[in-house]
């Protein structure tokens, strides 16, 4: 069921990989409440996954372009608004990426090169989106920029490694860059902290099985799918939202404000449990 | 212009007076979104102000209701849900007096039956509301109950008193029944944290015209309104919010997440000034 | 070893029922440091507890009073400083009971005298100690005050019930307290946040044992124990401290900032294992 | 006064310059509290700054060191060793530097080359030096580590740019480090974010007079000062605060949990006062 909630509406969607990326599911709800859509990633990734698939569904553009790149960035948001006749509306940033969490290099003994590209990628990049469209006007006044993060940011994960910092820099980046771009014209940044999801990043780390399932028990309302988030985004892409800006939107059913749930509890008793 | 976001929904909005009330831009709002309502606030309230008026607009029954009281809140939900022939969908808690301010009393000389009343009619009515609606089963699966708080609850404001501890307290049982709700049937329970707003009980707050410029100042986007707080209400309230839960959500136009603006700064510095 | 950290001060101490008691090894490290110290309990508490014992061992006179009483509080406070020959330089409240908890009400069909109750004991009774200090001057300026939280007040655990409501109420009244006590008379206010613990109070918590061992694992330094607990609220009686207040101090090993250990984790892992 | 609290320990002091720098005062108050040191800064700021007499008040060494870099941190941290003949009990992080700050680059125009630069500096370098101590094992059991931050990581004050994000990054080291570092040796990691001072880093922010009126009339016990600061320090290095870790720790005169203050308030009020 569509709400249009978007009518009219034009925007960018940074990081769709696949049928398991966040932002695809994004894309499709975007597309299905009536906005016009421009898709990018790496080139890289758009050989690797089926974004051109998803470039069909939603009627949409796909522009390569590195986010960490500021040619890359200028030349998409200029093909966007020829394409778009006009300003973006709306953003979304899903992007991270760990090199020492691919290599397997432990929190204390982290490369230095990785840990800064781990935060260009995963942090800077949306700083880099945000200048480049600050400084070409790209933006819409009221417009609505959202970026995917993590409660790592605030709680540390064993083996989440540097990308826990780089979503603390990601999150200090929508308050600091949301002041600037909110006062100058009126456009607001936040950032949504999702459940834990088996995307194909989120498969890559080790034990994810496990924090799933504690996260579901743990969770009253359970883990938030992909496609709860992307309803969830939509709204923060609409006009009703205008006013939230700068801030951390937990979308997890309940996970961070729970000390100890019984159904995780319960579980967690049970391995103490002698079965000799 | 209406998405109709609550189409075929039902709701309780308690806690509007007159037109400056929050609650009764949400009631207007949630009725253009599609949504059948019943209105209600206590009987002395409902004599001073004008919602029976409110009540025309929405087409919607105005039951009285004392929301400290079990048996009227008893009242309520049984003649709304024979109204609405079926469950609630949604209900918004819109409360709060504090006798200790009416009074004049000042936090360091409060009266502790004041106190106490304080705490139960701005923050205990929540928990009634949702004690009798558990025990009615009276609310649809993934239902969505909203109280507005405000950021007393975690900065002191002078002259605020005993609501800020209110606030507090309201946020903390939206969490604590927001986890057993939640496990138990799907309903999601939230606070939203507003702007100041010159509402009858706002503008009863001695000093609260200089409060509202500075925050309106500090503020990127400025303060919210009643209108914006209502839009804003609606998105929770539908189905596109289903896993946000537990939360205490900010709709300031930023404020809480600023340290200090050019904007507030440039004014404050006009205060020494010598204009002689 | 002891520094001398309280020497020529002189305190209240708020809740000691036994050796387990927080509140006792507050006692017994505060008379270490050098503190004259006078003791405080309700007269049930002091009957069934061996506070008296504790005042052996601290020099320290015992006063009944219980601490939602005014009448109570004020003569305790008189009678200290005439123990004291002048004024109190800190306090520790370390005070907390639910009826609903200990009758088994759950939350959402727990009595609402018995909330109100829950309310006054744990968290109204701190502004009544406070208030009646400030009525009566009692304490000196630079003083310090302490109350014991729980992290039940951020986030919600299963069966603690309207305790964290209590705690959420607690904390801001040490807020909006500190405001007034601190711009007036440089008193600071502050409540710890310290780890579960194995009082006598916390035994009757059902499903504690698990808790403790979860939180244990969860927390890179292990649970703080009462001993761990005495020491950091000396350094927050002390000189050293005199610029902290308003705020809720975590004394937990780091249980508040994680989200997940490895410990925790692989002792969760062994709940799936088929024995078989 | 002193009371021994740091008797037979040793520590390292990073980022002491001059008289008014935060690290000065805490390196004398360690020092008068029974500690020996090793105090480092850059070369650089070795010449422009006087800690070679900071070193002879305190009998401690200067061994200049960059603390962007491994080589000298390696170096550092095994001359340490050998002058205290054993491991480090504890270490201070105070540096600082944004040369995106320094040219005055506009947080919407600035280079990505400073961007990364004052995060290597600002908060990679706290990584680094702990990472370094790791990996010579050269902290003792339940040793403590503290960096200085400032409320700019959750709150964003215009003008001060990307040190904000450079906080936040700070402080998510602290955690993340805090977590493998404690549950491996025991070491706590935290940060204390400090009022606004006027050190001479912080004299070169434009509009800092201005700010730290605000702040002092905001907080009810005023700013903490660098000597304050110390005080503070100095009972996070000692053994009565074991338990604390992975927090960060306003010491701010209550300025943090404040929304707004009579005395801010009426300052601000007479900014619209009409003088003609």
Redesign the interface.
């Known amino acids: 069921m569509a709400?249009?909630?978007l009518k009219g509406k034009k925007g960018i969607i940074f990081g769709a990989l696949n049928e398991q990326s966040i932002a695809w599911h994004i894309a499709v709800k975007a597309h299905e409440e009536g906005a016009k859509l421009v898709l990018t990633n790496t080139p890289v990734a758009i050989r690797m996954g089926t974004i051109q698939h998803l470039g069909g569904i939603c009627g949409a553009e796909v522009i390569p372009s590195d986010a960490t790149s500021h040619e890359d960035l200028e030349n998409l948001m200029k093909r966007s608004m020829e394409i778009f006749e006009g300003k973006i509306d709306f953003m979304l940033h899903s992007i991270g990426m760990s090199p020492n969490v691919r290599k397997g290099l432990?929190?204390?003994?982290?490369n230095?090169d990785f840990?800064?590209k781990t935060?260009?990628i995963s942090a800077?990049s949306f700083?880099?989106m945000?200048?480049t469209a600050?400084?070409l006007d790209a933006i819409s006044e009221w417009g609505s920029v959202v970026a995917l993060s993590y409660?790592?940011?605030?709680?540390?994960?064993?083996?989440?490694?540097?990308m826990?910092?780089a979503k603390?820099?990601l999150?200090?980046?929508a308050?600091?860059?949301?002041?600037?771009?909110?006062?100058d014209k009126?456009i607001?940044i936040n950032t949504v902290s999702q459940?834990p999801t088996m995307t194909t990043a989120g498969a890559g780390v080790k034990?994810i099985d496990?924090?799933i399932?504690?996260t579901e028990r743990m969770s009253?309302?359970?883990n938030?799918?992909a496609e709860?988030?992307a309803?969830?985004v939509?709204?923060l892409f609409?006009?009703?939202?205008?006013?939230?800006?700068?801030?951390n939107?937990?979308?997890?059913?309940?996970f961070?404000?729970?000390?100890?749930?019984?159904?995780a509890?319960s579980?967690?008793?049970?391995?103490?449990k002698d079965?000799?």
Chains 1, 2, 3, 4 share one sequence.
Not at 151 to 162: E, F, G, H, S
């Open positions: 709400y249009h909630l432990p929190y204390d003994a982290l230095y840990f800064l935060l260009d800077l700083h880099k945000l200048l600050r400084k409660v790592a940011a605030q709680r540390t994960l064993d083996r989440y490694n540097d826990g910092d603390a820099l999150e200090s980046i308050r600091s860059f949301g002041y600037i771009y909110g006062k009126k607001r459940s034990g496990t924090l399932d504690f009253p309302l359970g938030a799918s709860d988030c309803n969830y939509i709204t609409s006009d009703l939202t205008r006013k939230v800006t700068m801030q939107l937990y979308h997890d059913g309940g961070s404000s729970m000390g100890m749930s019984e159904r509890m579980q967690y008793d049970k391995s103490f079965y000799s």
